[in-house]
C-alpha cells in the first residue's frame, strides 16, 4: 500500500527539478522545456505592454479634452430677441456665469465667443477656430497656460492672440510675428456684409498635446472677439469646468436650472462618447487576442509534459512500486509544468514592465531604425505612443497565465499518476 505523504513534500520538488534540468539523452526534455519558458514569457510580455499602451492611450486622450476643452458647454436654443432677430447667444452671461458658479462641483465658468476665420500670413493661410476668453479664464486651462512647450508670454495675451503651435507651424509665424485673420461675417453696409480683415500680434504659442487644438485654435481676447465677431454685448456660450470629470452627468439637472429655460448643456462625454466607446470594444477585443496568444503559449507546456511522460515512463514505474502514491507523481508533473508557467510568468511580468516604464526611447529607437514618420499624429490624435502602467492590468495578466498554465498541466500530470507501474516496467 502506498504511503502517504504531505502534499508538495521537498522530494517532490527535487524529483521535479532533476526532471526539468534533464537533458534529452537522459528522457528529458530541455529544448521543449524551454520552448514553453520562451513562448510563457513573450504572451505575458506582449500582453502586459498591449494593456498598458492600451491604458495610456485613453489616458491620454481623456487628458487632453479634459485639459484643453470645456468638461460641459452650457448653450442657448434658438430664441428671438425683442427686436426680432433670431440667436443663440446668451445675453445675460454674467447672471447665468454666477448662478453656474456656484452649482456644487463646478470650479470655473468662462464666458465664450466663438468663430471661425481664416488665417494668413504672407503666402500661408489655415482655417482656425478662434475663441473669445478672458486673461484669467484663459490661464485655468491646464493645457494651455501649463503647456511645457509653450513659447512668448501669456500675460501679454491682451495686446494679441495665442495660437496653437500647429498654426504656427502652418502659418510660419513666430512669437511677435503678425497674423491677420478674416472673417467672411464682417462689417455690415448698405451693400451688404463685407469680409473683415484685421492682424493681430502673436503674444502666445501653446501645445496642448493634441494634433487637433493645435492645428486649429486660436485665442483671442474676450472683448475683441465680441467686437470682430459682432457680439457686442453677448457671448456665444459657458465653458463649464467641473470637479470631478467622470461624474459630470450627475451635475447636469442642477447646471441647467442655474442656466435659463433656454439652455442646453453639450458635456465632454457627447462630445467624445462614440470615440470613448470604440475604445472600449478595441479594449475587450485586444485581451481577449491576446489571451488567446497566453493559452496558446500555455499549451506548449501539455506537449513537453505528455513528452516528458512517456520518456520518464520507467522513473514512474519505480516510484509507484517503491511506495509513491498516485498522488505525489501527479504533484511532480504538476510542479513541473507549474514552475514552467510561474518563471515564464514572472519573466513576462518583468519585460512587459520594463516596456511600459522606457517606452519612449524604445519608441525613439524603432522610429530611427525605420527612418522615422512610424507615428503619426494627424491620424492618432497625440505626438507619442503612451503607456500607462497599472496594477489591475499587471493582476490581470498574472492571473490569466498562472490560470492557464495550472489548468493544461493537471491532464498529463494525471496520466502519469494512473501510469501501472506493472506496464510501464513490463519492456524494460
Not at 470637479?243 to 439637472?253: F, G, N, S, Y
Not at 519505480?318 to 508533473?333: A, D, H, N, P, Q
Request: charged share 20%; net charge neutral.
Amino acid at each position: 500500500m502506498a504511503n502517504r505523504t504531505a502534499p508538495f513534500a521537498g522530494f517532490e520538488w527535487m524529483i521535479a527539478w532533476r526532471y526539468l534540468r534533464a537533458r534529452r539523452a537522459d528522457g528529458g526534455v530541455s529544448v521543449m522545456t524551454v520552448i514553453s519558458l520562451v513562448g510563457i514569457t513573450l504572451a505575458v510580455f506582449a500582453l502586459i505592454a498591449t494593456l498598458s499602451v492600451r491604458a495610456g492611450f485613453r489616458a491620454e486622450f481623456v487628458d487632453t479634452i479634459l485639459g484643453a476643452n470645456a468638461h460641459v458647454t452650457v448653450y442657448n436654443t434658438l430664441h428671438v430677441t425683442e427686436t426680432g432677430q433670431s440667436t443663440r447667444t446668451i445675453s445675460d452671461f454674467d447672471a447665468v456665469k454666477e448662478r453656474v458658479a456656484l452649482v456644487p462641483g463646478v470650479t470655473r465658468v468662462a464666458p465664450l465667443v466663438k468663430g471661425q476665420v481664416m488665417a494668413n500670413r504672407r503666402d500661408n493661410n489655415a482655417g482656425v477656430e478662434v475663441f473669445g476668453i478672458t486673461l484669467s479664464d484663459l490661464k485655468t486651462i491646464p493645457r494651455i497656460a501649463n503647456s511645457e512647450e509653450a513659447l512668448g508670454d501669456i500675460d501679454r495675451f491682451d495686446d494679441g492672440i495665442a495660437i496653437g503651435s500647429g498654426v504656427a507651424r502652418l502659418l510660419g509665424v513666430g512669437v511677435g510675428d503678425m497674423v491677420k485673420l478674416i472673417s467672411p461675417n464682417g462689417v455690415k453696409t448698405a451693400f451688404g456684409t463685407s469680409p473683415r480683415v484685421k492682424a493681430y500680434e502673436v503674444t502666445y504659442i501653446f501645445t496642448a498635446g493634441r494634433y487637433d487644438i493645435d492645428r486649429t485654435r486660436v485665442y483671442m481676447p474676450f472683448s475683441e472677439a465680441q467686437a470682430y465677431f459682432n457680439r457686442e454685448g453677448v457671448a456665444d456660450e459657458l465653458e463649464v469646468m467641473v470637479a470631478e470629470p467622470e461624474k459630470v452627468d450627475e451635475l447636469a439637472i442642477a447646471l441647467l436650472r442655474a442656466s435659463g429655460d433656454h439652455a442646453l448643456l453639450w458635456t465632454w462625454r457627447d462630445a467624445s462618447g462614440a470615440f470613448l466607446r470604440a475604445l472600449d470594444v478595441e479594449d475587450n477585443v485586444m485581451f481577449i487576442i491576446m489571451a488567446i496568444l497566453v493559452l496558446i503559449a500555455a499549451m506548449n507546456i501539455i506537449s513537453g509534459l505528455i513528452m516528458l511522460v512517456k520518456n520518464k515512463g520507467r522513473d514512474i514505474g519505480i516510484l509507484r512500486t517503491m511506495g509513491l502514491s498516485e498522488g505525489s507523481v501527479l504533484r511532480v508533473f504538476f510542479i513541473c509544468g507549474a514552475s514552467i508557467g510561474m518563471i515564464g510568468t514572472l519573466a513576462g511580468v518583468i519585460l512587459g514592465c520594463l516596456f511600459a516604464i522606457y517606452i519612449d526611447p524604445i519608441f525613439s529607437f524603432v522610429n530611427y531604425v525605420a527612418g522615422g514618420g512610424v507615428w503619426d499624429p494627424s491620424i492618432r490624435g497625440i505626438y507619442n505612443l503612451p503607456a500607462k502602467l497599472q496594477m489591475g492590468d499587471v493582476i490581470s495578466a498574472i492571473a490569466l497565465s498562472l490560470g492557464l498554465s495550472f489548468i493544461v498541466t493537471i491532464f498529463p500530470a494525471r496520466r502519469a499518476a494512473r501510469m501501472n507501474p506493472v506496464e510501464a516496467l513490463r519492456y524494460e
